[in-house]
């Protein structure tokens, strides 16, 4: 199946105290299904995701460009509010900003060997209301990964 595009809309929540929603777009030569893109994952510890199956021998590549956004609602973050014991760094709630925005933008290409390739630029908005961590920031990141074992 060709598409040119597609819009996906993932499930609430994630693997911390918090809630979201966030909605992907991809644009281009696309042959994977939707659930296959999840580019929404961005923590340390990323979340599994099923790996697309794979393209028909000789298929041409996929190539898309892709671009979202999500709005975050947290809860808790341990890492600054404290792990339930003593912490030399500690912050009130009224220091968090509790609801958090991100956007991403970037491309991927796919081949029929199983190699992928994805560029992505990542914004997230600031945690911290006052003082020098108070910002927003944005990375980038380069993911290369190649399926074994699916011929």
């Avoid at 991927?108 to 390739?117: D, I």
Wanted: hydrophobic share 40%; glycine share 10%; net charge positive.
């Amino acid at each position: 199946m060709r598409r040119m595009a597609d819009l996906v809309v993932p499930p609430l929540g994630e693997s911390i105290t918090e809630g979201s929603i966030a909605l992907n777009s991809r644009w281009g030569r696309i042959d994977s299904p939707w659930w296959s893109s999840s580019p929404e994952q961005s923590m340390y510890v990323a979340e599994t995701h099923p790996a697309a199956p794979p393209l028909a021998p000789h298929a041409r590549p996929e190539f898309f460009a892709l671009m979202g956004g999500r709005i975050k609602a947290r809860a808790y973050n341990a890492f600054l509010q404290g792990q339930f014991r003593h912490s030399d760094l500690h912050y009130r709630s009224g220091d968090l900003n509790y609801v958090l925005g991100e956007a991403w933008a970037g491309a991927e290409v796919r081949t029929a060997s199983g190699f992928e390739l994805r560029y992505l630029v990542r914004w997230q908005s600031p945690e911290l209301r006052h003082g020098l961590g108070s910002r927003s920031f944005v990375w980038g990141s380069i993911e290369m990964s190649q399926s074994i074992g699916h011929r």
